[in-house]
């Protein structure tokens, strides 16, 4: 009886694709890939500069992302910095010049942090010296927002982001070029 079953379902298949060969599903899968490079700014960090690969399908969006970022203070040592590699997935649609994502997903984030205050020194300025307090390895939840105007293989448009983990949690917004298969 299931082989019965097995053999209806199968042949309805078979007969369905080659019947409806010739028609143009709404349905029909699109794919997309394209890399992008930008920077920007972070809320109490600095300056970030960020590169990532995405893979479209359909609504469904995959993205891996190289975060970089620096912080400006020229007065207080050591400067605080992160490196963050994440994997997110999420919503795309694509209008027809236009593209925008929602994504999210697990990351990990090395860098260093300021401890312990120790010193200031009075010079042409007051420099600030705090202990060294690196971390590694610190697991978080990445989430961004993408959007940006493309023409076929090129679109320059901008990123909302936002990291949360225990070590350093911090938001930002940047401007990138984005380059591939985008329509």
């Known amino acids: ?17 080659i019947a409806f060969a010739q028609q ?9 890939i394209w890399a992008d490079v930008g920077f920007g700014l972070a809320e109490n960090i600095g300056l970030v500069v960020n590169t990532s690969l995405n893979y479209q399908r359909n609504r469904l969006i995959f993205t891996g992302q190289y975060l970089k970022t620096d912080e400006w203070s020229g007065y207080s040592f050591p400067v605080e910095n992160s490196e963050e590699v994440a994997l997110m997935a999420g919503w ?6 236009f593209t925008i994502a929602l994504e999210a997903g697990p990351s990990l984030q090395s860098g260093m942090k300021r401890g312990k205050f120790i ?3 009075e010079g042409s300025g007051t ?8 971390y590694k390895n610190a697991v978080g939840l990445t989430t961004q927002l993408q959007a940006f105007i493309n ?6 448009g901008g990123k909302i982001f936002s990291s949360i983990n225990k070590e350093r949690t911090f938001w930002g917004l940047g401007i990138n070029i ?3 298969k985008l329509r």
Request: hydrophobic residues 35%; charged residues 15%.
């Open 1 to 17: 009886m299931q082989n019965f079953f097995k053999t209806i379902i199968f042949s309805y298949f078979l007969i369905s694709n």
């Open 24 to 32: 143009k599903s709404r349905f029909a899968q699109q794919h997309k």
């Open 92 to 97: 795309a649609n694509r209008y027809k010049y």
């Open 119 to 121: 010193n200031s020194f």
């Open 127 to 134: 420099y600030y010296y705090y202990e060294s307090d690196p």
């Open 151 to 156: 023409i076929k293989y090129v679109g320059l």
């Open 178 to 180: 984005f380059v591939g």
